[in-house]
């Protein structure tokens, strides 16, 4: 994606990377809104504004969460240990298997 905003892309570059999804929030779309534009004229856009500071503080709240979640999770080492025994269900392992 990061080639499409450095070197400029084309829309069917962004329906390559975005026609799997039938929603899109923010990125990777807000990264080139005119090819989105271009790549889905018959969708809807939203654009929503806010005071730059709530959003500051929204997004360090955001990642501050996403960074104490992740510190609280078992390690993916321990995951794919156990996946190698789970087949392909092994996405699903609960918790209290660990």
Not at 36 to 47: M, N, R, T, V
């Amino acid at each position: 994606m990061s080639d499409i905003v450095d070197e400029g892309g084309t829309a069917e570059d962004v329906r390559r990377i975005l026609d799997l999804y039938a929603i899109v929030l923010d990125y990777p779309a807000a990264m080139f809104p005119e090819l989105s534009y271009e790549a889905y004229p018959d969708a809807i856009f939203i654009l929503t504004i806010r005071d730059l500071a709530e959003w500051n503080k929204s997004v360090q709240n955001t990642f501050e969460k996403a960074a104490e979640c992740r510190s609280n999770a078992p390690s993916l080492s321990v995951i794919e240990k156990r996946s190698m025994n789970l087949g392909p269900r092994s996405l699903m392992v609960r918790p209290s298997e660990f």
